[in-house]
């Protein structure tokens, strides 16, 4: 441990009487604390304490005390155990405070077994010891020690101090330990502490981060002048515990109380306006920024640029990254992200080759927008780049590098990044994980994603489970999805999503029952049945020949939109049901939903099955009316109606007049109405497209 004097203190003290020694010469003791306060002055702590150590004289507490302060700031542990050594060597009793100084400064260093060797053998301890002690663990992340040395201090009858209590509730805070916070906040009333400022916003801060906001809220409103750090903590718990709306109310009442902001606080509104997207909050608050002249400092620039950019205002957004002040590589990468984020990846990269240093998150940025946008070359070409350049990689960027191979299919890339990512001992991160766990299933490899979903049985969650699922569900593996929802119940709550993807499984099965089951299961454990759950009970209903359900569910929506329409109006084309169909639509035009092209596939579909020709072409017609341009698929399905119906005459014009050649199946499909309706003259004009052409029956390739 080097020169430590903690391990002779109790010695010297206990066991040793020190022979009166003579008093040093005042001229001596004075011309060796000036030499020291000399290398002070001049920042050469090293060399102040290389002198005091070679010194048998003693010096005056002050300069003790000073010196330990000093050796605290520079983390200098060397320089502070030279100088605990000569204070005991030759202080017979040295006074608790510099004791406590000593004990400070090991703590800010690090070296909580030196500090706790210290507290355990000091002869006689005061509050201040304890503080000093309490806080050395606090500062280095020890708060169930902290906790466990203020129950041993209050055992040994020794008062706390407003700091001590600041500290234990800061280390509750740390542990979410609300049972002990209450027992502490008891024992502060019984002490009479309740009208300290620090101590109140020390309560509303343990008791927002255990989740209790209410008491968090009530101990802020006690609090008679909360100042701008009381404002700054309730403002942060409250974005903390995604009440972003709350948060920005309470900074708006700080504008009340004449408090001026900390920076921070004008940070943490501006994240809460992002999370929510409140612009109109978000200018206002950078209106207050001018106000108080906080626009041109790096933390509130940084925040005011990602609200601008969460709120999809990049023309704001670069105008403050334009000033001088505001380009650092926080912003730059906001900018790279919000650049990104709008589809703007050309820009995007302008701005990262410009950037004059970079971090791991910059490259992350810039990777996540080519994967974002499905450009697939360019982010692999960024990959190699990014590993030509830097060294820096994290979870994140192996995340984004298994999303590029899932987009590309490509398992054999995919299983290079899985060896590189047991390489580099980051199998274990979840987030890498279930990358790798979606990759397989993109993939079709289920063989590797089971064994990587079972080697995560210790830490995979519902992102690792639904993933799955919707990999089964999405490669026609259903009966797998259903069996994996079984198994899933035994680990964990399904979410919202997964419903939606079981949902989809069993409607590719038509399994009745299962989906039933699901329904019921999601009634009983009280789900919020979301549009898109909704939808994907329609759809199962419907699929699964259950048309009496789908139109319950569907009656019950509030509100509707054109997807939930278009799911009821094909789910009843599905099931013969062509006139209610057609009849649904007149009902959500009352609405004032506007139709789209899936609309229009259904509205078609019924006249198909109705054999309605004329109110067929009324409605293909009427598409421009909705400006909807139709698309491949109406005139297929109008080539169908008039087929079926043997409106020759029209299916004629209507072919003539396509503004695109016919494909294969278009081709086959009025060759033989041709044949079955006895119009040769366009059953020989097919035939001829069919043998002259160089379309092919894609069934063949």
């Known amino acids: 441990m080097g020169v430590n004097a903690a391990s002779i203190l109790n010695h010297l003290i206990g066991h040793i009487r020190h022979p009166k020694s003579p008093p040093p010469e005042p001229s001596t003791a004075k011309a060796l604390t000036n030499t020291i306060l000399a290398h002070l002055d001049a920042g050469r702590l090293q060399q102040a304490v290389s002198v005091l150590f070679s010194s048998p004289e003693p010096v005056a507490h002050s300069l003790y005390a000073r010196l330990f302060q000093l050796c605290s700031s520079a983390r200098a542990i060397v320089q502070a155990r030279k100088v605990e050594s000569h204070l005991v060597t030759l202080n017979p009793t040295p006074p608790p405070f510099l004791l406590n100084r000593a004990i400070e400064a090991y703590g800010k260093c690090g070296c909580l077994t030196d500090a706790r060797e210290l507290f355990d053998q000091m002869p006689e301890r005061d509050g201040g010891s304890w503080n000093a002690m309490i806080a050395a663990y606090v500062q280095n992340g020890h708060a169930e020690k902290a906790l466990s040395l203020f129950s041993d201090m209050n055992a040994s009858r020794v008062s706390a101090s407003e700091v001590t209590f600041a500290s234990v509730l800061g280390s509750c805070g740390v542990i979410r330990a609300l049972g002990l916070s209450m027992q502490i906040h008891g024992l502060m009333v019984k002490r009479a502490f309740c009208g300290n ?41 409250y974005l903390e515990m995604d009440d972003e709306r709350e948060a920005i109310v309470m900074f708006f009442k700080m504008f009340l109380t004449d408090t001026r902001p900390l920076k921070f606080t004008f940070s943490n509104a501006l994240s809460a306006c992002s999370k929510i997207c409140a612009l109109v909050e978000g200018m206002q608050i950078h209106g207050f920024t001018i106000k108080v002249c906080l626009e041109h400092d790096e933390v509130v620039s940084s925040s005011l640029i990602d609200m601008y950019i969460k709120c999809v205002e990049l023309e704001s957004a670069q105008k403050i990254f334009d000033q001088p002040c505001a380009k650092n590589v926080v912003s730059w990468t906001s900018m790279v992200s919000g650049y990104a984020l709008g589809g703007r990846t050309g820009k995007a990269r302008e701005l990262f080759n410009e950037m004059p240093e970079r971090n791991v998150i910059s490259w992350n940025a810039m990777l996540a927008a080519y994967i974002r946008s499905g450009q ?136 009745l029952d299962h989906g039933k089951q699901i329904h019921g299961f999601m009634i009983r454990k009280r789900y919020k049945i979301d549009i898109v759950v909704r939808g994907a009970l329609i759809d199962m209903y419907s699929k699964c020949r259950c048309i009496k359900y789908a139109l319950k569910v569907f009656t019950e929506a509030a509100p509707r939109d054109v997807v939930l329409w278009n799911s009821i109006i094909l789910g009843c084309c599905h099931n013969g049901l062509g006139k209610d169909a057609l009849e649904l639509f007149d009902v959500m035009s009352k609405e004032g939903v506007k139709p789209d092209h899936g609309t229009f596939q259904g509205l078609l579909r019924a006249c198909i099955r109705e054999d309605l020709v004329d109110l067929g072409g009324r409605i293909f017609k009427s598409m421009t009316v909705y400006s909807v341009i139709p698309r491949l698929e109406h005139y297929e399905q109008m080539i169908e109606l008039y087929s079926r119906a043997g409106g020759m005459h029209e299916l004629k014009k209507f072919v003539k007049t396509m503004p695109f050649e016919p494909t294969f199946s278009m081709l086959k499909r009025i060759h033989g109405a041709c044949e079955r309706h006895g119009f040769p003259k366009l059953g020989e004009w097919a035939s001829k497209m069919l043998a002259g052409s160089n379309i092919s029956d894609p069934r063949e390739k």
């Open 197 to 237: 400022v620090i101590l109140g916003s020390s309560l509303v801060d343990v008791y927002g981060k255990c989740g209790v906001m209410v008491d968090s809220r009530r101990m802020f409103d006690e609090m008679e002048r909360p100042n701008a750090v009381s404002w700054n903590v309730i403002v942060r718990r």
């Open 376 to 511: 697939w070359d360019e982010a692999l070409n960024f990959i190699y780049l990014m590993r030509s350049s830097t060294k820096d990689i994290d979870h994140v960027t192996l995340a984004l590098i298994s999303n590029m191979c899932a987009g590309l299919s490509d398992v054999f890339m995919g299983k290079q990044v899985h060896g590189f990512v047991y390489r580099c001992g980051l199998f274990s991160h979840l987030l890498v994980c279930n990358s790798l766990l979606d990759m397989y299933g993109k993939c079709g490899n289920f063989r590797y994603a089971r064994a990587c979903f079972y080697l995560m049985s210790q830490w995979r969650d519902k992102v690792s489970w639904n993933s799955l699922l919707t990999s089964y569900a999405r490669h026609q593996r259903s009966e797998h999805a259903m069996e994996m929802f079984c198994e899933m119940q035994w680990e964990t709550m399904p979410s919202v999503f997964t419903f939606g993807t079981l949902l989809a499984a069993c409607a590719n099965i038509s399994a």
